[in-house]
């Protein structure tokens, strides 16, 4: 009788949890600032440029650091985190990690944004962090090994802040500003 009342799917859908992947299937475009450190290997590597996402057309991640890689444009076309392509116009990054889907400065934004518009999360909440009122999200793979935790302005939804794990390790931390759009 509680199956046919509260549905059997074994996850109840937040509130939250429907706004957020309704405002990201709806998105049509956004630039942000993006800030990525790789926490990876002996030290933390840094990359940081600007993300423009394009909901009909390829997105484009255009390095301004590390020096030595600014103004490399990287263009990510597909719509789902599987189906991307990743091309570097005859320069290859080193990640600082093994290629692994999804946690690579290269894909970790297109995989956060498929998972905002296409996953229910595993956890939903709010929290204030620093004054600011937060909405945040966690994703994880079917085998658990992928961790994505991903903080949103609680009003507007806003990409604000997200941590990348694998098996556990914190390998990616992603910081959005001047997010427009």
């Given amino acids: 009788m509680l199956c046919m009342l509260g549905g059997c799917d074994g996850k109840n859908v937040s509130p939250l949890d429907a706004r957020i992947q309704q405002t990201f299937a709806e998105l049509p475009s956004f630039t942000a600032q993006v800030n990525i450190i790789s926490c990876a290997g002996q030290s933390p590597l840094e990359y940081g440029g600007l ?4 909901k009909e057309g390829a997105d484009t ?5 590390p020096e030595a890689l600014s103004g490399i444009g ?14 570097y116009a005859e320069t290859v990054l080193e990640p600082g990690l093994p290629a692994q889907p999804g ?12 998972l905002l ?8 909440w709010e929290e204030t ?3 600011a009122k937060m909405a945040a999200a966690r994703y994880e ?12 302005t609680q009003e507007s939804l806003k990409l604000s ?17 001047e997010y427009q759009t």
């Fill in 103 to 114: 946690m690579t400065p290269a894909d970790a934004v297109p995989t956060l944004l498929d």
């Fill in 129 to 131: 962090i620093g004054g």
């Fill in 161 to 177: 802040y997200a941590e990348c794990y694998a098996d556990g390790e914190r390998v990616l931390q992603i910081s959005f500003r």
């Fill in 61 to 65: 991640f255009t390095l301004k650091s």
């Fill in 74 to 87: 990287i263009h990510i076309s597909g719509e789902k985190a599987d189906e991307i392509s990743v091309q």
């Fill in 141 to 152: 793979t079917d085998d658990g090994n992928l961790t994505y935790q991903i903080w949103l």
């Fill in 117 to 124: 518009r296409n996953a229910a999360p595993q956890e939903t």
């Fill in 51 to 54: 993300y423009e996402y394009q």
